[in-house]
Protein backbone atom coordinates (compact mmCIF):
# COMPACT_ATOMS: atom_id res chain seq x y z
CA UNK A 1 0.00 0.00 0.00
CA UNK A 2 1.49 3.60 -1.00
CA UNK A 3 0.40 6.20 1.18
CA UNK A 4 1.00 9.91 0.00
CA UNK A 5 0.40 12.77 2.42
CA UNK A 6 1.34 15.66 0.05
CA UNK A 7 -2.18 15.33 -1.06
CA UNK A 8 -3.22 16.59 2.13
CA UNK A 9 -2.19 20.03 1.94
CA UNK A 10 -3.14 22.42 -0.59
CA UNK A 11 -1.78 26.34 -0.78
CA UNK A 12 -3.73 28.99 0.65
CA UNK A 13 -4.60 32.60 0.34
CA UNK A 14 -1.50 33.99 1.13
CA UNK A 15 0.42 30.91 -0.68
CA UNK A 16 1.31 29.71 1.72
CA UNK A 17 0.08 25.99 2.65
CA UNK A 18 -2.43 24.46 4.85
CA UNK A 19 -3.62 21.09 6.08
CA UNK A 20 -6.84 20.01 3.96
CA UNK A 21 -8.32 17.49 6.40
CA UNK A 22 -7.78 17.10 9.95
CA UNK A 23 -6.17 14.83 11.88
CA UNK A 24 -9.05 13.46 13.33
CA UNK A 25 -9.39 12.06 9.78
CA UNK A 26 -6.19 11.17 8.59
CA UNK A 27 -5.89 9.33 12.23
CA UNK A 28 -8.96 7.65 11.43
CA UNK A 29 -8.06 6.30 7.87
CA UNK A 30 -4.80 5.02 9.08
CA UNK A 31 -6.79 2.56 11.87
CA UNK A 32 -7.46 0.97 8.56
CA UNK A 33 -4.22 0.45 7.42
CA UNK A 34 -3.31 -0.78 10.87
CA UNK A 35 -6.07 -3.22 10.68
CA UNK A 36 -5.16 -4.32 7.23
CA UNK A 37 -1.36 -4.80 8.21
CA UNK A 38 -2.70 -6.38 11.49
CA UNK A 39 -4.82 -9.09 9.89
CA UNK A 40 -2.13 -9.85 6.82
CA UNK A 41 -4.21 -7.91 4.21
CA UNK A 42 -1.39 -5.76 3.58
CA UNK A 43 2.06 -6.64 4.13
CA UNK A 44 3.76 -2.97 3.40
CA UNK A 45 2.90 0.06 3.59
CA UNK A 46 5.30 2.58 1.97
CA UNK A 47 4.70 6.49 2.97
CA UNK A 48 5.93 9.46 0.59
CA UNK A 49 6.05 13.02 2.38
CA UNK A 50 6.46 15.66 0.02
CA UNK A 51 9.37 18.20 1.48
CA UNK A 52 9.31 21.99 2.38
CA UNK A 53 9.97 24.09 -0.65
CA UNK A 54 8.00 21.73 -3.06
CA UNK A 55 5.32 23.78 -5.21
CA UNK A 56 1.80 21.93 -7.27
CA UNK A 57 3.66 22.02 -10.31
CA UNK A 58 6.72 19.84 -8.68
CA UNK A 59 9.36 22.42 -9.25
CA UNK A 60 11.43 23.67 -6.04
CA UNK A 61 10.22 26.70 -5.10
CA UNK A 62 12.41 29.01 -3.42
Do not use: H
Not at 7 to 29: H, L, N, P, R
Not at 34 to 59: E, H, M, Q
Amino acid sequence: MNVDLDYFFCADASGGWMQMVSDTFIDEKFRGVRKATDNGSVAVVTICLTPDGYAPSWNASG
